[in-house]
């Protein structure tokens, strides 16, 4: 599994007055196995990008290769596309609508056509892998839930199809942070265990670095950067000249350097920040 963006153009609203460019001349890749973190302001194409790899949205131009086959070809079948990605909106939770969890999560699966056995093998493992309690979950109406687990639901509900990429749009956006650590946890194990290529839109700058292999910076509707978390947050000046951040602790030994301490600010986790500053002191 691969995936090639080539020269993606996106234009709402074309020819009218409120016509705007969300995409222009976008192009990167994205290897098997890899962990991609997109980063980037508001409203800098990042929702409008990740749509566009399940065919929700066309391009006005430009190209986008699943494994070799163009999916902005008319030509090619969604349905096929549909199976192998995997794309969780932001606030996902506002989208579920069936009377039970166990209904809601067997909905995608259904859709693809498995028979009734596969489906329930595939909800109970789907809720497990998002760390709920199936037996404790599975009849109970998924508005009576915490917002936390809503959201799970939401999310098991995408991996039930076993999506080879599976794309999360800020999955963690307004948790608090117990549920924000715990669904960071889902994620990453998600990664190991079902989807080989995984892409999250995450506004967390440290989620980003523990997680990402390569990172894309957005900044209104352009590629602004694209790296390893290493190569893309040694970059605070032009990050901050976009309304970006570095991870908060690498923004602390920065902090200090500029007040004079001889320090390499490079770091990327606590660990690193700690064996930094024993280093230095
Ligand atoms: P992000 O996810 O990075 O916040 P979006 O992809 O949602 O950014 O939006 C990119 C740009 O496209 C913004 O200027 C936004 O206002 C515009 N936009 C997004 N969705 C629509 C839409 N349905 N119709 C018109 N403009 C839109
Ligand atoms: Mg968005």
């Given amino acids: 599994m691969s995936i090639q963006v080539k020269n993606l153009k996106h234009v709402y609203s074309e020819g009218m007055p409120f016509e705007s460019v969300a995409l222009d001349d976008v192009s990167f890749e994205i290897n098997d196995g890899e962990f991609v973190g997109i980063i980037g302001h508001t409203g800098s194409g990042k929702s409008t990008l990740v749509q566009h790899f399940n065919g929700l949205l066309k391009p006005k131009s430009g190209a986008i290769m699943i494994s070799g086959v163009d999916i902005t070809n008319p030509a090619t079948s969604m349905r096929d596309i549909r199976k192998k990605i995997g794309l969780v909106f932001q606030y996902p939770e506002y989208q ?3 009377e039970t969890v166990k209904q809601d999560v067997a909905f995608g699966p259904l859709n693809l056509g498995l028979d009734k056995e596969e489906v329930e093998v595939r909800v109970k493992e789907a809720i497990e892998l998002v760390g709920l309690d199936y037996e404790e979950v599975a009849e109970r109406s998924p508005f009576d ?6 959201r799970r639901v939401a999310i ?3 991996i ?3 999506p080879e990429v599976l794309i999360l749009d800020e999955p963690t956006a307004g948790l608090d942070p117990k549920a924000h650590k715990e669904l960071f946890e889902v994620i990453k194990k998600i990664h190991k265990e079902q989807s080989s290529i995984l892409i999250l839109v995450s506004h967390n700058m440290q989620d980003i670095a523990n997680l990402a292999d390569k990172i894309l910076v957005m900044e209104k509707g352009r590629l602004a950067m694209s790296g ?4 893309v947050f040694a970059r605070r000046e032009e990050l901050t000249a976009i309304g970006l951040s570095v991870p908060p602790i690498a923004e602390l030994l920065y902090q200090l350097r500029d007040k004079g301490f001889q320090i390499n600010p490079d770091v990327l986790s606590m ?4 064996e930094e500053l024993v280093k230095r002191l």
């Avoid at 660990?271 to 700690?274: F, G, R």
């Fill in 156 to 158: 098991a509900g995408v």
């Fill in 228 to 231: 390893s978390p290493r190569e």
């Fill in 96 to 98: 579920l609508f069936e």
């Fill in 271 to 274: 660990d690193e920040a700690v």
């Fill in 160 to 162: 039930a199809m076993k």
């Fill in 145 to 150: 839930l915490s917002g936390g687990q809503k």
